[in-house]
């Protein structure tokens, strides 16, 4: 019998503790109000659990001064979303087909951090999902709780 008890004991705790198995998600999409993601490739913008948000790759296919302000700005709309900016970013992923370029113009990277930066990764791949883009960045980033 005192086995029986403790056996009741550990199955009502373990249901009683355990974490839900549904997590909310808000999402966000360009131009997207309704369906706020992209059904043909199957993704989100941004994609918000608790106070974390998980940005998807803004892409350019020119490795410039202007391309790549062109995809910070893409970023800042994303953070803007849920009222975040750069000062949130806590990690950032790059992929190029040309890291030297890329070296060459992290300035312009640099000013949208204002000398806070993130956690950072760069890496040189073949080739993006979007044939002619040469540069994509993904961001995560932590929102006051």
């Given amino acids: 019998m005192k086995y ?13 503790f355990s974490q839900e198995n549904h997590i909310k998600k808000e999402k966000w999409h360009w131009n997207n109000s309704k369906a706020k993601q992209d059904t043909v ?3 989100c913008q ?5 106070n974390v948000l998980y940005i998807s790759g803004a892409v350019t296919t ?12 893409d970023l800042n709309a994303s953070l803007a979303s849920f009222g975040a900016t750069f000062e ?16 060459k113009l992290n300035y312009v990277r640099k000013k949208y951090y204002n000398n806070d930066f993130p956690a950072a990764t760069w890496i040189q791949i ?18 006051p709780k």
């Fill in 4 to 16: 029986i008890i403790i056996l009741s004991f550990l199955l009502f705790s373990s249901n009683a």
């Fill in 41 to 43: 490739a199957g993704y």
């Fill in 46 to 50: 941004v994609l918000k659990v608790d």
């Fill in 62 to 73: 020119d490795i410039t001064p202007e391309g790549i302000k062109s995809v910070y700005d």
């Fill in 88 to 103: 949130n970013v806590v990690k950032e992923n790059l992929y190029t087909t040309d890291i030297e370029a890329m070296k």
């Fill in 126 to 143: 073949q080739r993006l999902y979007m044939p002619k883009a040469k540069l994509e960045i993904e961001l995560i980033a932590h929102l």
